[in-house]
T-cell receptor, first 115, second 107 residues
Framework: IAGITQAPTSQILAAGRRMTLRCTQD?????MYWYRQDLGLGLRLIHY???????GKGEVPDGYSVSRANTDDFPLTLASAVPSQTSVYFC??????????????FGPGTRLTVL | KNEVEQSPQNLTAQEGEFITINCSYS?????LHWLQQHPGGGIVSLFM???GKKKHGRLIATINIQEKHSSLHITASHPRDSAVYIC?????????FGTGTRLQVFP
C-alpha cells in the first residue's frame, strides 16, 4: 500500500450495531486523525493520536472510540451506532502533530449510513 | 461566528477566467492550509503556508498574518479545476476547517 487507506469504502448499518472503521498508513507518520464531514459543515475532528500509544478527544468525540496500538493503524469504533452518525468519515495522518510539518494526508473516506 | 470563514460559498466561472477564493480566520495560527476535494470525495493538500506567497503551477496562495486573511488564486481556470476548495488553519496541534468553496468551471 502507498499512503493512507480506509475500509470499508461505504457501509449501511442498523442503529444499535457496533462498527469499526479501519485506517492504515505506510508513511511512518506519527500523528493520525479521524474526521467526519457533513453537508454544510467543515471537517470536524473526532479523535486524534499524536503518537503510537496515545489518543485524544477532538471536537465531536461522543459515541466514538479509537486506539493506536502501533504507528500504522488507527481504527475508529462506533460502539452503538445512531442515525446522527451518518456521515462521511476521513482518516488523515501527518509527520508530526504540530509545527511546520503538520501537512495532513487524507484517506479516501468511508461513507457510513445508519438506519 | 466560525473561526474560519470562506467566501464565496459557491463560484462558477468560464474556462480561462482568473479565480480568487478568500479565507479569513479569527484564531492564532501556526500555518494555513489549502485543500482540494474532488467530486469523487478525495482530499488533497495544495499548500501549507505561514507567510507570504506560494505558487504551484496555476495555483497561487497568499497569506496576510496581520489581517488574518488568505487567498487562493487559480489562473487560466480549467474544467478540471472544478472541486471544493477548503481552507484550514493550524492551531496548536489541530486543524480548524472552513466549510469550503464549491468551484465549477465551465468550458
Amino acid at each position: 500500500i502507498a499512503g493512507i487507506t480506509q475500509a470499508p469504502t461505504s457501509q449501511i448499518l442498523a442503529a444499535g450495531r457496533r462498527m469499526t472503521l479501519r485506517c492504515t498508513q505506510d508513511m511512518r507518520h506519527n500523528a493520525m486523525y479521524w474526521y467526519r464531514q457533513d453537508l454544510g459543515l467543515g471537517l470536524r475532528l473526532i479523535h486524534y493520536s499524536n503518537t503510537a500509544g496515545t489518543t485524544g478527544k477532538g471536537e465531536v468525540p461522543d459515541g466514538y472510540s479509537v486506539s493506536r496500538a502501533n504507528t500504522d493503524d488507527f481504527p475508529l469504533t462506533l460502539a452503538s451506532a445512531v442515525p446522527s452518525q451518518t456521515s462521511v468519515y476521513f482518516c488523515a495522518s501527518s509527520r508530526t502533530s504540530g509545527g511546520p510539518y503538520n501537512e495532513q494526508f487524507f484517506g479516501p473516506g468511508t461513507r457510513l449510513t445508519v438506519l | 461566528k466560525n473561526e474560519v470563514e470562506q467566501s464565496p460559498q459557491n463560484l462558477t466561472a468560464q474556462e480561462g477566467e482568473f479565480i480568487t477564493i478568500n479565507c479569513s480566520y479569527s484564531v492564532g495560527i501556526s500555518a494555513l492550509h489549502w485543500l482540494q476535494q474532488h467530486p469523487g470525495g478525495g482530499i488533497v493538500s495544495l499548500f501549507m503556508l505561514s507567510s507570504g506567497k506560494k505558487k504551484h503551477g496555476r495555483l497561487i496562495a497568499t497569506i496576510n498574518i496581520q489581517e488574518k486573511h488568505s487567498s487562493l488564486h487559480i489562473t487560466a481556470s480549467h474544467p478540471r479545476d472544478s472541486a471544493v476548495y477548503i481552507c484550514a488553519v493550524g492551531n496548536t496541534d489541530k486543524l480548524i476547517f472552513g466549510t469550503g468553496t464549491r468551484l465549477q468551471v465551465f468550458p
